[in-house]
């Protein structure tokens, strides 16, 4: 399938977050934001996948790597812990409280980010293949074959 008609006819101006899809942390955030995102803003697509690989290499020029979290909203991307912070802002309830965490400069936050990126499999274990999403939550879900 061409990547412009996927990316048109699946994600439909939602804002894609794209995620390690093996890693048991990454799957229990992205349901984390599934259960609190009341606007329906949020897809999904997990790093693994070709349309994930592609948005990533449209919208990120830098190095990308499965504990990269990316955000692409409004046409604009943002990684890492800028990415969760962006994320926090449109979930419902008090999450977007997390962005006081924002007067902590960037290379700080994100260094904290990648020391607990690179722990997380560790800490949290991973699947041997990307989380199949249930039927009730699919559509919240691009680029994965059904």
């Not at 919208?59 to 800028?82: C, P």
């Amino acid at each position: 399938m061409n990547k412009e008609l996927m990316r048109t006819s699946e994600i439909d101006g939602r804002y894609v977050v794209i995620f390690d899809g093996v890693c048991n942390f990454c799957n229990g955030t992205v349901n984390f934001i599934i259960k609190r995102d009341a606007n329906g803003v949020f897809c999904f697509a997990p790093m693994q996948n070709d349309l994930a690989k592609a948005l990533a290499r449209e919208y990120y020029h830098g190095e990308t790597t499965l504990d990269t979290l990316i955000l692409i909203k409004h046409e604009k991307v943002y990684i890492r812990s800028n990415a969760a912070l962006e994320i926090a802002k449109d979930l419902s309830g008090y999450w977007f409280l997390l962005n006081i965490f924002k007067v902590i400069p960037r290379p700080i936050r994100d260094f904290l980010y990648n020391t607990f990126a690179k722990k997380r499999y560790a800490l949290f274990g991973k699947r041997n293949h990307c989380m199949v999403p249930t039927k009730d939550v699919l559509d919240k879900f691009v680029g994965i074959q059904q």
